[in-house]
């Protein structure tokens, strides 16, 4: 097996893992930013992600369905208090979002503080893993992911908060396991911000932007060696900023020529 084949057994399921976390964030990021509520998602996923370091320190295997009932349990528990605090105190959602964030980034470093590769595991928790991701999550992710897509697109865009809240928290949960945190705020937000002002095709361009983003980040990461997801964050920050510069020029233009009529 030479070097190629090596780099596309490990690449291919890595952007597998990506499309597959782009599918849904782009949607759920654009809600996010339709109600002002930037930082929900990293808060999400931080409370997942203390679920998921309470499941190890109790040696439960990675992936194992303890694992995954702790982990979704804690996110979904958050989410039911921001939606409780979101229709009693709306105007300080933001700072009870960012304190939940702390509250739970600080308890991950208690937990794994006697831990001796506490380090590492807070490390993937937060860069994440994508490198090695595998199809024994890839697949289960997929379905998931399948029947929130369908679920969205059909119905879900026009139901209440709470509802919204509880299928952001499951779709977070399975994300941070694939890709980690870091990626799990960029694969929401910077394509989302890039497209705010669309009205037309703004989903499908979003999309366009996640997946550039990705495939960008993972042939940076192994071209120059660099860890694959701090790269693929920067891709995407990267694929968003040219796409809001060439849409800018485009619209430019389109005006010099209207007043040249």
């Known amino acids: 097996m030479n070097g190629l084949e090596i780099?596309?057994?490990?690449?291919?399921?890595?952007?597998?893992a990506g499309?597959?976390?782009?599918?849904?964030?782009?949607?759920?990021?654009?809600?996010?930013?339709?109600?002002?509520?930037?930082?929900?998602d990293l808060a999400i996923a931080q409370i997942a992600g203390l679920g998921l370091i309470i499941a190890y320190s109790l040696n439960w295997q990675p992936g194992g369905w303890q694992t995954q009932l702790v982990?979704?349990?804690?996110?979904?528990?958050?989410?039911?208090?921001?939606n409780y605090t979101d229709k009693h105190w709306p105007k300080i959602q933001e700072a009870i979002i960012g304190s939940l964030f702390v509250l739970a980034s600080s308890g991950s470093i208690l937990l794994l503080a006697t831990n001796p590769q506490g380090g590492e595991q807070l490390k993937e928790l937060l860069v994440g893993q994508i490198l090695?991701?595998?199809?024994?999550?890839?697949?289960?992710?997929?379905?998931?992911?399948?029947i929130i897509l369908v679920s969205w697109f059909v119905f879900l865009q026009r139901v209440n908060s709470l509802v919204f809240y509880l299928v952001f928290a499951i779709s977070i949960t399975v994300s941070v396991q694939l890709v980690g945190i870091y990626l799990v705020f960029a694969s929401l937000i910077f394509p989302a911000l890039a497209i705010r002002a669309m009205t037309k095709h703004a989903v499908l361009?979003?999309?366009?932007i996640g997946s550039v983003g990705y495939v960008m980040g993972l042939m940076l990461a192994t071209v120059f060696d660099l860890p694959a997801g701090a790269m693929i964050v920067y891709s995407l920050a990267l694929s968003a900023i040219i796409f809001v510069g060439y849409r800018s020029v485009m619209f430019k233009s389109n005006v010099s020529a209207n007043e040249r009529k």
């Open 132 to 146: 090695w991701v595998g199809f024994d999550q890839i697949i289960p992710a997929a379905i998931l992911y399948s």
């Open 205 to 208: 361009t979003g999309y366009l």
């Open 71 to 82: 982990a979704m349990s804690a996110a979904i528990m958050g989410v039911l208090g921001l």
């Open 7 to 16: 780099d596309l057994n490990i690449l291919g399921p890595a952007l597998l």
């Open 19 to 40: 499309l597959l976390v782009i599918s849904t964030h782009v949607p759920l990021g654009r809600r996010v930013l339709q109600r002002g509520i930037i930082f929900l």
